[in-house]
């Protein structure tokens, strides 16, 4: 177990990096303005749910390699960065028939497909691997037992954090998105919107320094 000082600190600074928007936020924002709130929130779980084999990648020892590795890191981040750009072409082609579908007729993506494509962007964010690997070993007492099973712990209490601020982004984009429902024009500029966010922070992503 976390030393219970220790857990508050990681909390605190969890708090504030996942308050500050960035590239999990856009994103959700993004698919909020594109596919609505329940969108919005599928992008949120499944973005969160990419969390998960990076943090126990991290706290196996594996992180730490792929991070040290120039080759490894850039490939992960040029993939994300290609699926999000993927998304927001996708996003701008299809802006008729999100205009569409707020006015009433069923033009719809599959739930489980939205939750994939938030899971692809999740675990391809090369800054996630780097921000564990850097930050959550500060916070392990190697006398409070085993390492792993803390980093674990840490990595958990971060996922559940991300999942409510990242929600709370989306609800008000997506609350936000309501407005547009009187007028298909709008829809389909909001549509164009998200689409452009989403290619805008993959190329954010393609560029940024791997540090």
Not at 139 to 167: K, N, P, Y
Request: overall charge positive; charged content about 10%.
């Amino acid at each position: 177990m976390v030393p219970v000082e220790s857990l508050i600190a990681f909390a605190v600074a969890s708090i504030v990096l996942i308050a500050i928007p960035g590239p999990s936020v856009l994103f959700s924002v993004g698919r909020a303005l594109v596919l609505g709130r329940v969108g919005g929130l599928l992008s949120v779980l499944g973005n969160a749910l990419g969390l998960l084999p990076i943090i126990v990648a991290v706290a196996l020892g594996v992180g730490a390699f792929v991070a040290k590795s120039v080759v490894l890191f850039t490939i992960i981040k040029i993939a994300g960065a290609l699926y999000l750009v993927y998304l927001g072409i996708q996003a701008i082609r299809h802006r008729r028939a999100a205009g569409a579908a707020l006015t009433g007729e069923v033009v719809r993506v599959s739930r489980w497909r939205q939750l994939g494509q938030g899971f692809v962007v999740g675990v391809t964010n090369p800054k996630t691997i780097a921000f564990f690997v850097a930050v959550l070993p500060q916070f392990v007492s190697l006398e409070a037992g085993s390492a792993v099973l803390q980093m674990l712990e840490l990595g958990l209490v971060f996922f559940v954090l991300a999942i409510i601020g990242d929600s709370t982004w989306a609800l008000a984009a997506g609350a936000a998105r309501d407005w547009f429902v009187k007028s298909p024009k709008r829809a389909e500029r909001l549509a164009g919107t998200g689409g452009v966010m989403m290619l805008g922070l993959g190329g954010i992503l393609a560029f940024s320094s791997n540090a």
